[in-house]
């Protein structure tokens, strides 16, 4: 874990894994209040693209990729499908195209979930993937 | 049925999303590709026939009606265009399959390719101006990175200039989206057309028409503005030089008849015309010249788009029916002839080894059919009847005379002279003339080595295009009847404003 | 403050002007930047600034109660700073590269794609 810098602090280490768990569990929070209230897709993902970079600086790149698990570009295709498969139902249905369809769940705190959660989740992975991307790209530069 | 107005925005997406998603399949990038715009082609003839039995079809995207929320609308105009970009994507498409290396194939060069199809359809059927601004750059990016994709030194010293004034063209494009916001207090292409003439205060007006005229000027590549095309776009692959010079500069022509038709036609913006009939002749004259003096065929050819700029631009400033038709024709008859030379082009350079003129010779000797290929989209461009580009040309320079613009129409004519000199050089030069290395040439045998599936690639686009020229010239009537019937709705923009804002969705 | 920020629309864009004209690919990034916080700047003044009234609804009205911001100019701009994030990051990366390349940052030095072939400037 320590092949990659100089910098390695066990303190910063130990904390990011909580840390990174707090910051995901706080980046769907802000994805689900998101549509009438301050936040949504985009904020979340950077949020969480955050947590990753943070957990990154901490414990370098290799261990920073296994967490990750995914390949960053499949997020990126993964969340464009989803943004995408937001708008079919409005196609499908004889509606205008991108109207919003919403069921509501009676559930406490999420309340009614619809076509627009779904685009805003594809945009939390579009972001989280491109931040990720981004951020793997410039850190393999760096060591090269 | 009006969603099939989204079908060629959203059809590209989603083949780009799945490449992206399956980034390591090249096969699959190559098969969805050819189908995605094969689709996209029957898509775009289902939307043409549709707009031509039902007139302009609208949809206001969400449900949020016109002029709050965002409008896509087709109209006669925008889909013809979009069908002439769905079939440059597909000929691309298939000569992309014979012609790009596999290093440019993982990085993406398929989903870059629908992307940008989507950005150009976007700009075409879009309602908006904002949303206009936005596709322009969906078109941009992924234009820049075809251009640099492959990062030879040359191809990144014509991304340099080419990136630098398309970026400038947005920034100005934005400040003028932010006063134009502020003067009338709608971005809605039809809202405007109804506004613009009863608004009271009228002073920014012509800032912002001439602020527009500048951004699509540099998309347009016209005369004083038009620097940066033959610095770049004879850098890249053939295959992403012929997609570019046949669409990326007709969007901007499209904007500038969308605007200075629709949108600018009250009293503070109609000086823009006449400034636009001094370019046109400028554009025309030093766009051939700058081609007659060139030997790299690309750079030739490059030229040559920014000349063909100018009679479009000629047509559009006029104001006619009979030359707006006039100059959609000639944008149709264009985008097909140009991009075919860019391919033959793309070939020549295959059997011979080179781009410059000079060194190479002798293929209509071993080659009789490439050479009668070459000279249908060459003498097309020139304007020998009975191609496509003789109707062209005689509709143009026809309204030229109507409205009594003798001297551009005779400036029209002369540069169609040195265009079909220069295209009789590239003739001469690579055809005619022995080859000045002796018999055979250098590259011949590398040619013979590509599978001949992968020849087919090669060649079935520049038949389809050399079709359409042909068919162009010799049914010329019907294809007349929707460039006219797009030219009325533009100039009456009554059926449009109904259209948008008459809640018809 | 609409005057202020007039005057700073006016400066930006008179830097990014000047900038953009220098040889030095590093100053042409740098006013790209500030053409593109200019005309950002400009939407946001020429749409009419209101200051602490946001665009909602009041609790029991049934409309919008004058004056209120208009927030079109602001959804406009957020656009236009992602997209223009983008493509600035991108041309970053262009102009590094295009430095290492060719070994020079010098803009009068990359007219190869300017010349006729054989020609020596």
Not at chain 1, 60 to 65: D, N, P, R
Not at chain 2, 100 to 122: A, S, T, V
Not at chain 3, 73 to 97: H, M, S, W, Y
Request: hydrophobic share 55%.
């Amino acid at each position: 874990m320590e092949e990659d810098g100089n910098m390695y602090s066990i303190i910063l280490a130990t904390a990011s894994r909580y840390l990174l768990l707090l910051l995901l569990i706080f980046s769907v929070f802000l994805l689900l209040r998101g549509h009438n209230e301050p936040g949504g897709g985009f904020v979340g993902g950077l949020v969480a693209a955050a947590a990753y970079a943070l957990y990154f600086i901490a414990n370098g790149i290799q261990a920073a990729k296994t967490v990750v698990r995914f390949d960053p570009l499949r997020i990126i295709a993964a969340g464009l499908l989803t943004a995408i498969a937001s708008t079919l139902p409005s196609l499908f249905t004889g509606e205008r195209f991108m109207t919003a369809f919403w069921i509501d769940t009676g559930i406490p705190f999420i309340g009614k979930v619809g076509t627009p959660l779904l685009f805003d989740l594809g945009i939390y992975f579009l972001v989280l993937g491109i931040t990720i991307s981004i951020i793997f790209s410039l850190a393999e530069e760096d060591r090269s | 049925m009006n969603r099939i107005i989204m079908l060629p925005i959203l059809l590209p997406l989603c083949t780009a999303a799945v490449m992206i998603f399956f980034r390591r399949r090249i096969l699959l990038h190559r098969m969805l590709n050819a189908a995605g715009t094969a689709a996209m082609v029957g898509v775009s003839l289902v939307l043409l026939s549709s707009v031509h039995a039902q007139g302009i079809l609208s949809l206001q995207v969400g449900g949020w009606e016109a002029p709050f929320g965002i409008t896509f609308v087709a109209d006669m105009l925008s889909s013809i265009m979009v069908v002439a970009t769905a079939f440059i994507g597909f000929t691309t498409a298939l000569y992309s399959l014979g012609t790009i290396d596999e290093k440019r194939e993982h990085f993406f060069y398929y989903p870059l390719l629908q992307i940008l199809l989507m950005g150009i359809n976007g700009a075409f059927l879009t309602g908006d101006i904002f949303n206009l601004y936005v596709w322009f750059e969906v078109m941009l990016i992924s234009s820049f990175v075809l251009l640099v994709l492959g990062g030879r030194p040359q191809q990144l010293e014509g991304a340099i200039k080419y990136v630098t004034l398309n970026l400038l063209s947005s920034s100005i494009f934005l400040a003028a989206v932010g006063i134009l916001y502020g003067t009338a207090g709608t971005l809605n292409m039809a809202d405007l057309a109804q506004k613009i003439p009863l608004l009271e205060h009228r002073e920014m007006l012509s800032v912002v028409a001439v602020l527009f005229m500048i951004t699509f000027g540099i998309k347009a590549a016209i005369f004083p503005l038009f620097f940066w095309l033959p610095a770049s776009y004879h850098t890249p692959p053939m295959a992403v030089s012929a997609i570019f010079s046949g669409l990326l500069t007709k969007v901007g022509v499209y904007a500038i008849m969308r605007f200075f038709t629709t949108i600018f036609v009250h009293e503070e913006a109609s000086f823009i015309h006449q400034v636009l009939l001094v370019l046109s002749a400028f554009t025309m004259v030093v766009g051939v010249l700058g081609a007659v003096a060139q030997y790299d065929m690309r750079k030739l050819l490059s030229f040559h788009i920014i000349s063909q700029i100018g009679y479009m631009i000629f047509a559009l400033a006029i104001q006619s029916p009979l030359a707006i038709a006039g100059g959609l024709f000639y944008m149709i008859h264009n985008i097909v002839a140009k991009t075919n030379l860019f391919y033959l082009s793309g070939i020549i350079r295959r059997l011979k080894g080179s781009w410059d003129l000079r060194e190479i010779g002798g293929i209509y000797r071993f080659y009789p059919m490439l050479g009668l290929l070459f000279l249908v989209p060459a003498l097309g461009l020139a304007g020998i009847p009975p191609l496509s580009g003789f109707w062209a040309k005689f509709l143009v320079i026809k309204a030229g005379l109507d409205s009594e613009h003798y001297l551009l129409a005779g400036i029209a004519l002369c540069v169609s002279m040195l265009t079909l000199y220069s295209m009789i050089k590239i003739w001469n030069e690579a055809f005619w003339k022995d080859d000045p290395l002796g018999e055979g040439g250098v590259e011949d045998e590398a040619y013979l080595r590509i599978p001949s599936t992968r020849k087919a690639m090669i060649v079935v686009p520049i038949v389809i295009l050399g079709g359409l020229t042909v068919i162009f010239g010799l049914w010329f009537e019907p294809f007349f009847g929707l460039a006219d019937r797009a030219a009325l709705e533009l100039l009456d923009a009554g059926e449009y404003i109904d259209a948008v804002l008459g809640g018809k969705s | 403050m609409t005057f202020l920020l007039a005057v700073i629309v006016g400066v930006l864009y008179a830097a990014g002007t000047y900038l953009i004209l220098r040889r030095s690919l590093v100053k042409v990034i740098f006013g790209l930047m500030l053409l593109g916080h200019a005309a950002n700047l400009m939407i946001f003044t020429v749409g009419r600034l209101t200051k602490g009234a946001p665009a909602f609804v009041p609790e029991g009205a049934e409309a919008l109660v004058e004056p209120f911001a208009d927030p079109l100019p602001q959804a406009l701009i957020l656009t236009a700073i992602v997209i223009g994030f983008g493509v600035q990051a991108f041309t970053i990366v262009l102009f590094k590269r295009t430095y290492q390349e060719l070994g020079t940052e010098d803009l009068d030095r990359m007219k190869s794609t300017d010349q006729l072939p054989g020609e020596k400037l």
